[in-house]
């Protein structure tokens, strides 16, 4: 393929999706200036690698590149921030039982929950750490599929489920507080 | 087939995120009309989705991040042709030296002539793309919606014109060894539609001249490529946001109007050029 070709395929496929692209980066490195050149260099591969993409939609292939691109750059500017230990399996089984026995019982009139403060929500957001917040990203912001956040995030689909719906649920408890 | 609490803990966040499939969410709706504690458990989980979806920034393209992105990449087209990879900046200056000093089309400019921001010029574009696979168009109507996407990027990306020039008979020529037809560069100065520059492009495959021209504010591509003989009346569409497409073919020629202008102009557009262009087939000029 021709330098012509990759740049007219790049246009006319992956262009599009630079909304969705710097918004993931905005979420993932949490700044402006960092988000710009994480997309910048998530672009610069896509170019790179864009013979390699076949199909109709490269919002997933993009989202891929870019989360990669951020991680990869966190890992090198901001390891000092990872000061959790992520575990997936975090909650026992009790735990999670009296968290839906909360969901069914007591907390916030939902509509509370709904009309939460724009900065209540974006700091509640900012706060989880990276792989929760990611998929609460795909999900309720871009509406991909948890197959095509599963692809993404390079997880198994259950794990998509089990984060999205624990993400949620810190999500509801931060909100709690502030309400 | 009855669901228990259990169950409809575990498949909570399937279904607020309509991932169960339908006989499987029939039977979770089922559950949660007998049982108000799951139903409660579910609308708390769906006003957290809810509260993101609706409340949560959705941070816009910062501007002149895209510029950036394409002004650094290998440059395209006719440079960059069997010459191989070169380092960016004799290309930078070749096809992007007009986004500089002396620009025709500067990309801050091209946003303004959409009059709105990136973020909603890319909200459009992905409204468009959506649209495409929405409906099932015909041949022409998704033709028509391809063109209009493509008038759109190219005023998001700056990139309207390879050759900016308001003479035809610089324009006509710059077409010569990059396109195997010659298309006809009709100026309308006169009339109220000046010709501003021309590109290459390419439509369903194939390469396609676009010249370029301006009724006051909004640029008007006009998308050229050869037929087989043909002749047939302007017929005009709606496309999507406000752009119109006006057709035809003659000469040889299939011809696509496209741009934000209102229909009777656009139309007053197609009817002019194809006047021209039988005065233009009268009388031979060089």
Redesign the interface.
Known sequence: MTEAMKARLFQEKVLQHLGAAYNLARWLTRNDADAQDVVQEACMRAFRFIEGFHGENAKPWLLTIVRNTCYSWLQKHRSHEQDYSFDEDMDSREQLEADYHALQTVGPETQLLMNADRQIIDQALAELPPEFREVVVLKDMEDLSYKEIAEIANIPMGTVMSRLSRARRMLRARLVKEL | MRLDCKTC?DQ???YV?G?LDVPQAIVFEQHLESCP??K??Y????????????????????DG??D???A???????K??GEG?KDQQPHRRNRWSWLGAGAAIAPETAWKWLGIGA?AA??I??AV?IQLYRNLPSDNQQLGQTLVEDHV?SMM?G?LMDVPSTDQHTVKPWFNGKLDFSPPVIDLKAQGFPLIGGRLD?IAGHPAAVIVYRRNQHPIDLFIWPVTQGQNEPASMAGKHGYHTVHWQDAGMMFWAVSDLNKAELEQFAQLLQQKLHQQDATPVS
């Open positions: 803990k909570l966040d399937l995120d991932e504690e799951c409660r458990a609308e708390q989980m769906q006003g957290i989705q809810a509260a993101v979806r609706q409340q949560a920034t959705y941070f816009a393209v910062p991040l895209a950036r992105i394409l650094g990449l290998p440059a395209n087209a006719e960059a042709d990879q973020s890319f909200a574009m992905l793309n990027r990306t990139h390419y």
